[in-house]
């Protein structure tokens, strides 16, 4: 026994010299930053007053560690006192090592012949975590030494012990303490402290911080959900621990003891990988976006692992009501269109401000990740727009000096000469028992006949360039067929401009993402509003006026709500897309815009090309499961709001016009006695009107003016209607 004494003084004399030796030769590195979990909360969450963190996020963004960084002053005091009692009781009277604790292992490494006992201090496992392998060699033991001193002669102990919480693994994927009681828990780590001052919690709270600290040595085999004999067996040792350094009273500790694991732990979710543990059914699509924007260069240009271990507290703009109810509305098991088999749906909704409140790309995110909603920003095309872009064409006549009580001849059947590619433009639908639409009237029944003669009258360019300031983003074809659908836009487009009319005029940039906080808890954004007038307010309340006719009684009279709610129905050629845009009131000053799109997107299990025959409707329009999704989604979100109405002006603005021909049109014989499918009265009664004119044969009055005829091909013309 003393031959062994004395070979162990000798040893440890000589590990005496090596450290001395390498204190001289070995500077302790710079930190690395923590890789940290980047955590994405909806509206819900308030940047000003909470942070966004594991306990209130929707989703996870990470690159396989799961860490949220904890404050010095964070840190429960419980926390503390109990990590130290069953890791270091030393800690805080050593300098970094543990001298007893050194010969301790050695001794007991000489009588294995290995390196399996370290004797490390707290200051020696958070030299260990951050700076060095986990080799055990008695090369890495001497260098951890040296570092240990040096960091303790640097960070007070406060510190150490807090970077050590926070650099430990704790199993399920989490590192340090804070991930680790949101996933064990789901709780925040100061939770933990809360039961010292009461005395029922008390226990509760004991047993989670003891579960925990218990975690340390193996976490993996002390996981209640894989083995809840260990997992107590490991808290009864560090409670006994907390009674013998007297942190805890023994009553105290058989409290705690008696609290049931499967009380305190959750069941085991997975480890916390890519992107995650998102909240709501839908939100994947919501959640993707969020994740493209933070690396786009349109949004903060990150890279990937920023992005991935940037610990990033995101705060978007989506209201998990709406989120819910625009997802139950269009995909759920009891929504419109449930099955994998119906056509797909997308659903974007855009208050007075901008922000974006719900986001539908898709019924699957796992069977595809191509969001719907954003069209070529997620992944796939835009989509042809049918009759929802008449509305820009009467917003621009009415910018333009027209009213919208002007009227056209309503043939069921008119052609253009040469606005094909050179070849006739035939354009048919929306006729009239009386021969005529006003332009308002003309909207609700969507007639594609009297928007053809308005377009041509225009002259596209004009109501491109209104549609673009709208917020409209893709580039559209300057052609009279683009009042019928022929370019190709986005659902989130689509809702950003129609919103434009629900603020009279003015347009604000969508946006998902409100602000973003990183790792050190500095701003990196912050969403900051931007006004851009687009039309005059007048002629803003003048298309509520025409798009509410649409679903009082036109085309749109699916969405009907029990509230003043407007909207377009659109249509494409074929039946292969189908909208529904409006917005209703949400409170005095406050509304709610939605744009909603069905089709079929290519995915396995659907048929592709036109929608027929689909849930028992023959084709599928805007009026039907778009208007219907729109109506559904909308009476859940506005329940609970205040009685409110959209502006009603008491006189329409511009020039009353009567328009007997435009250039270039030729109407078929007999096309005028065709009558339309949906008779809708006359509403030029309702609202005053302007001054009046009458232009007849080839329109040249200069009231009225035959506008640029553009030889731009309009291309086959599209179902249009509603």
Not at 273 to 279: K, P
Request: proline share 5%; glycine share 12%.
């Amino acid at each position: 026994m003393r031959r062994l004494a004395a070979v162990g003084a000798s040893g440890v004399a000589a590990v005496v010299v090596v450290v001395v030796a390498a204190f001289v030769l070995i500077d302790l590195p710079a930190e690395a930053g923590l890789e940290q979990a980047t955590y994405v909360c909806d509206a819900s969450v308030d940047p000003s007053t909470t942070s966004c963190g594991p306990t209130n996020a929707i989703a996870v963004l990470s690159a396989g560690v799961d860490r949220q960084v904890i404050a010095t002053e964070e840190v429960p005091a419980v926390v503390r006192s109990a990590v130290i009692a069953a890791e270091d009781r030393s800690f805080d009277r050593h300098s970094g090592l543990d001298p007893i604790g050194i010969v301790r292992a050695f001794v007991r490494n000489l009588r294995s012949g290995g390196v399996g006992e370290g004797g490390s201090t707290i200051t020696q496992q958070y030299v260990k975590n951050t700076f060095l392998t986990q080799e055990r060699t008695y090369r890495r033991k001497v260098v951890e030494a040296v570092l240990a001193v040096k960091v303790e002669r640097q960070l007070s102990k406060d510190e150490i012990l807090t970077r050590y919480l926070n650099t430990i693994y704790l199993g399920r994927g989490t590192y340090g303490v804070a991930a680790a009681s949101s996933e064990y828990f789901g709780v925040e780590a100061t939770a933990l402290g809360e039961g010292a001052a009461d005395p029922a919690s008390r226990p509760v709270a004991l047993a989670r911080t003891a579960y925990l600290v218990g975690l340390i040595r193996s976490p993996e085999t002390a996981d209640a959900s894989l083995d809840p004999q260990e997992a107590e067996l490991r808290r009864d040792l560090v409670l006994d621990a907390m009674v013998a350094t007297q942190v805890i009273t023994s009553a105290d500790r058989d409290a705690a003891a008696a609290v049931p694991i499967v009380d305190v732990v959750r069941a085991r979710s997975g480890e916390r990988t890519g992107m995650g543990f998102v909240r709501d059914a839908g939100s994947e699509y919501v959640v993707d976006w969020v994740r493209r924007w933070l690396s786009s260069p349109e949004g903060l240009g990150l890279d990937a692992n920023e992005v991935y271990t940037g610990g990033l507290q995101v705060f978007t703009t989506i209201d998990p009501v709406a989120q819910r109810a625009a997802f139950a509305a269009a995909a759920g098991p009891e929504g419109v269109l449930p099955d994998r088999s119906d056509p797909s749906a997308a659903l974007v909704a855009v208050d007075e401000s901008g922000r974006v409140r719900a986001m539908v790309g898709g019924r699957d995110f796992a069977e595809s990740q191509v969001n719907l909603a954003t069209g070529v920003d997620g992944g796939g095309s835009g989509r042809q727009p049918g009759s929802t872009f008449k509305t820009f064409a009467l917003a621009t006549a009415i910018e333009a000096g027209w009213s919208p009580l002007s009227t056209f001849p309503a043939p069921s059947t008119i052609s253009f000469a040469g606005l094909d590619g050179g070849s006739d433009w035939t354009v048919s639908g929306g006729a009239s028992s009386t021969g005529r639409w006003s332009l308002l009237d003309a909207l609700a029944v969507s007639s594609n006949t009297v928007y053809a003669q308005l377009m041509v009258q225009l002259g596209a360019a004009d109501v491109v360039a209104l549609a673009g300031a709208a917020g409209v983003q893709a580039t559209l074809p300057e052609a009279p067929s683009l009042v019928l659908g022929s370019g190709e836009v986005s659902v989130l487009d689509m809702a950003d401009a129609y919103a434009m009319f629900a603020r009279r005029g003015e347009r604000l940039a969508p946006f998902v993402v409100a602000k973003v906080v990183d790792g050190s808890g500095r701003t990196r954004f912050r969403a900051e509003l931007s006004r851009t007038r687009v039309v005059g307010s007048s002629t803003a309340d003048a298309v509520t006026v025409a798009l509410r006719a649409v679903v009082e009684r036109g085309t749109g009279s699916a969405a009907a709500i029990d509230r003043d709610a407007v909207g377009k129905t659109g249509t494409t050629e074929d039946y292969r897309d189908a909208w529904f845009v409006g917005y209703s009131c949400t409170g005095p000053s406050s509304t709610l815009t939605a744009a909603v799109w069905t089709g079929y997107a290519g995915l396995p299990g659907q048929p592709t090309g036109s929608m027929r025959d689909v849930r028992g409707v023959s084709v599928v329009t805007g009026g039907s499961f778009p208007a219907e999704i729109w109506g559904r989604f909308m009476a859940e979100v506005t329940a609970a709001r205040p009685e409110c109405s959209l502006p009603t002006p008491s006189r329409l603005p511009g020039e009353v016009r009567t328009v007997a021909a435009v250039r270039g049109a030729t109407i078929p014989p007999g096309a005028l006695v065709t009558t339309t499918t949906t008779p809708v009265p006359s509403t030029s009664t309702s609202v005053g009107a302007g001054s009046t004119s009458t232009s007849a044969g080839s329109s040249t009055s200069t009231s009225v003016g035959a506008g640029p005829t553009s030889t731009t091909g309009a291309g086959p013309p599209p179902t249009g209607g509603g």
